[in-house]
């Protein structure tokens, strides 16, 4: 038995049976009871992808191929003590290790290569796992979410109009013509916003992977909860203490990611408001002949025009989320606060480590974010603050994109 043959998913969901037991068949993945948190309900998942076993808790932000899931559970370092984690895989398994799988043959080279996989598994040249996508009833009715918010225009308008936002940007976000893309934008039955989380799968088609929902001011808010294509309410969001929370699944990747994958420049926010506001800065979502914009210059859909992205909050910034952005010049653009400017920080490391070319933008005072300076000073204002963080770069490549 060697290295590679012990990662075919066999061998994953053996380990998984006879560690934790029975599971649940979900699609084409399986779900087990998670052995690092205390949850209510299983949520370990395993699945495949080109050949190899992966798992994945998204609850308790874990994941990886066999090793890392046996290096977890009994709490050793795959990369130090890697001989050790192939003894109890095989152990387990009841298999036996031969060659440059043994234990007694596992040389320094062999703990270098473990060591630079175990860079690539924290994500920080490679994209995340295969992402978990929403179950298709769920899906269903966040489609019937995002069909409410296009075809309500009263609602649109009030919900843009509360963002300091225009109504055609929250359409077009809403709509989206793009081919194979789908919506960022839905509505609830009782007329709050909800951000739709999306990813794309093997097959190349994008779908839903999670939804937040944000408090409304003067509205009773009720927490919700989707389960099986239907909601149900448990308690009332805080609109001073926790404006948003997750109505189903999880974020794969920062919000509107697609729609980034072939810009040249992508801008980080903190929030989904933020981006939405800097995307309407740009021109970006809105189509060629909109004159919502009035002298804001447009931007199109020039790969050279920065595209707003969002993370759901300033901590939560994944470091496999480092690969999405390989080859990019990114814009930090999080909040002005203490949070927003360490966050800032140490993802900018992280973009680096990888080769990222990385911009520093923070709101000018007093202004704490994007969508705060747009709402006070308008479009042309928050386009003309960002810009002039890209004009501060002097090589030829950002000389180009900030006159382009």
Known sequence: MNREELKQPKFLLEYCNRMFGTHKDIGREKLFRCPFGEHRRPKLHV??????????????????????????????????????????????????????????????????????????????????????FLEPANVMELETCRKRLEEDILLRSLLSSELSLREGLMLSATTVSHPGLRGLLGATEDGRLLYLYTARGSDGDITYTGAKL???????????????????????????????????????????????????????????????????????????????????????????????????????????????????????????????????????????DIGCIVVDWAPPSPYKDARSLLASEGSLALYQSILSALNSFSTPVEKEVCHA
């Open 214 to 352: 944000r408090c409304r001011i003067n509205h009773p808010n009720p927490k919700l909860y989707l389960k099986e294509g239907k909601w149900t309410s448990c308690g009332t969001m805080n609109a001073e203490s926790s404006r948003f929370m997750w109505v189903a699944g999880k974020a794969y990747q920062p919000w509107g990611m697609e729609f980034a994958e072939q810009r040249k420049i992508v801008l980080i926010c903190e929030g989904e408001s933020d981006a939405l506001a800097i995307n309407q800065a740009f021109g970006c979502l809105i189509p060629e002949d909109s004159s919502v914009f009035g002298n804001v210059p447009h931007a199109g859909s020039s790969e050279l025009v920065p595209f707003a992205v969002a993370i759901p909050g300033a901590q939560s910034f994944k470091r496999e989320w480092a690969g999405f952005f390989k080859g990019k010049i990114v814009i930090l653009g999080l909040d002005s606060d203490s949070a927003g400017r360490k966050a800032a920080k140490e993802i900018r490391q992280t973009l680096e």
């Open 47 to 132: 699945n495949e992808r080109d050949g190899i076993g992966l798992w994945r808790c998204w609850a308790c932000d874990k994941g990886g191929d066999i090793f890392t899931l046996a290096a977890e559970f009994k709490q050793l370092d795959v990369k130090s003590q890697f001989p050790d984690v192939l003894e109890h895989l095989a152990e387990v398994l009841n298999i036996s290790l031969h060659g440059k799988m043994s234990k007694r043959s596992y040389s320094s080279s062999s703990r270098k290569r473990a060591g630079a996989m175990s860079i690539l598994q924290k994500g920080l040249m490679h994209r995340p796992e295969s992402p978990v």
